[in-house]
């Protein structure tokens, strides 16, 4: 399979990476495409057998399929700007955030489409990927995509499109959200005088041990908290404080905003 990536960033290069690492494809038989030219002697030094071209000088694209990895706010230039015509054999992946296969389909003019959602654990190969396709992709095709897909972490087809911008909000934009109380975590250890990089280290630990407790465990995320929390103990206190200033509501406000955005950013 010849593949092309259409926007070498974080994640065109993330999929790239995995792709080649698992030998689902030829280095010789990737293209990857830049916006500026300076970007391309960097990514030859980790793509040395690679095709690699500005948008600007791609004429053409000899690939089964394109990987459409540029922002949402970038992709109608890209489509309105493109020098080259989709064949009718060649598939379309876009992993854009809020763009609905049905505009992809109109601004390309070509009916082969796949959308799915990544994360960034993509990068480590444990990321998860929700996906959905077009009609009038075959079985055999959605396969050869999920076999790429696979190459990044886990990935879950879903048949209804709309589910996707949930999917956005929940996991495509969920390492953020695990980052940002990681933080809050660690800023309140160097408050109590811990040292930073202890309190990365206490915190990050306590992150791996409760996940894998999460994953391992018959119980409930209730009877979770329970075992940690004695009455009148001090997991008690800061789950108070977190129950009186609604904490809960606040984070499932934010990711169900997050979902709101992936609607607007089909425009
Ligand atoms: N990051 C995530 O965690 C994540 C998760 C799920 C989905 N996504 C989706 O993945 C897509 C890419 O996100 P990202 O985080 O990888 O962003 P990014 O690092 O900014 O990558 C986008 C790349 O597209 C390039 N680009 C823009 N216009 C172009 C053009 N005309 N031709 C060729 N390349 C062009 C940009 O070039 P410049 O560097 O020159 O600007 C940039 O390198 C987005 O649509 C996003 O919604 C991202």
């Given at each position: 399979m010849k593949i092309a990536i259409l926007g070498a960033g974080n994640m065109g290069l993330s999929f790239s990476k995995s792709f080649l690492k698992y030998e689902l494809i030829k280095p010789e038989h990737l293209h990857l495409i830049t916006r500026s030219e300076t970007k391309i002697s960097k990514i030859a030094e980790d793509f040395p057998k690679s095709k690699i071209s500005t948008f600007e000088e791609t004429q053409e694209l000899d690939a089964d399929l394109i990987i459409v990895a540029v922002k949402p706010q970038d992709f109608q230039h890209v489509a309105q700007n493109f020098k080259f015509t989709l064949k009718e054999n060649q598939m379309v992946l876009s992993i854009m955030a809020g763009i609905k296969i049905e505009k992809i389909q109109k601004l390309l003019n070509h009916p082969l489409v796949v959308r799915a959602m990544p994360n960034s654990p993509t990068l480590l190969g444990m990321g998860i990927t929700g996906y959905t396709a077009a009609d009038g992709i075959s079985f055999s095709q959605l396969i050869n995509v999920e076999r790429l897909l696979n190459s990044t972490g886990r990935s879950v087809?879903?048949?209804?499109?709309?589910?996707?911008?949930?999917?956005?909000?929940?996991?495509?934009?969920?390492?953020?959200?695990?980052?940002?109380?990681?933080?809050?975590?660690?800023?309140?250890?160097?408050?109590?005088?811990?040292?930073?990089?202890?309190?990365?280290?206490?915190?990050?630990q306590t992150m791996l041990g409760a996940y894998h407790l999460i994953n391992n465990s018959e119980k409930s995320l209730e009877e979770l908290i329970k075992d940690v929390a004695s009455k009148g103990g001090t997991t008690e206190a800061a789950l108070k404080t977190f129950e009186d200033k609604n904490f809960k509501d606040i984070l499932k406000s934010g990711i169900l905003n997050a979902e709101k955005r992936a609607k607007e950013l089909n425009g």
């Amino acid at each position: 399979m010849k593949i092309a990536i259409l926007g070498a960033g974080n994640m065109g290069l993330s999929f790239s990476k995995s792709f080649l690492k698992y030998e689902l494809i030829k280095p010789e038989h990737l293209h990857l495409i830049t916006r500026s030219e300076t970007k391309i002697s960097k990514i030859a030094e980790d793509f040395p057998k690679s095709k690699i071209s500005t948008f600007e000088e791609t004429q053409e694209l000899d690939a089964d399929l394109i990987i459409v990895a540029v922002k949402p706010q970038d992709f109608q230039h890209v489509a309105q700007n493109f020098k080259f015509t989709l064949k009718e054999n060649q598939m379309v992946l876009s992993i854009m955030a809020g763009i609905k296969i049905e505009k992809i389909q109109k601004l390309l003019n070509h009916p082969l489409v796949v959308r799915a959602m990544p994360n960034s654990p993509t990068l480590l190969g444990m990321g998860i990927t929700g996906y959905t396709a077009a009609d009038g992709i075959s079985f055999s095709q959605l396969i050869n995509v999920e076999r790429l897909l696979n190459s990044t972490g886990r990935s879950v087809y879903l048949e209804n499109e709309d589910l996707l911008d949930g999917v956005t909000a929940l996991s495509g934009s969920g390492p953020a959200y695990f980052y940002y109380i990681i933080d809050a975590m660690i800023k309140a250890g160097v408050e109590m005088g811990i040292e930073e990089n202890l309190s990365q280290l206490f915190v990050k630990q306590t992150m791996l041990g409760a996940y894998h407790l999460i994953n391992n465990s018959e119980k409930s995320l209730e009877e979770l908290i329970k075992d940690v929390a004695s009455k009148g103990g001090t997991t008690e206190a800061a789950l108070k404080t977190f129950e009186d200033k609604n904490f809960k509501d606040i984070l499932k406000s934010g990711i169900l905003n997050a979902e709101k955005r992936a609607k607007e950013l089909n425009g």
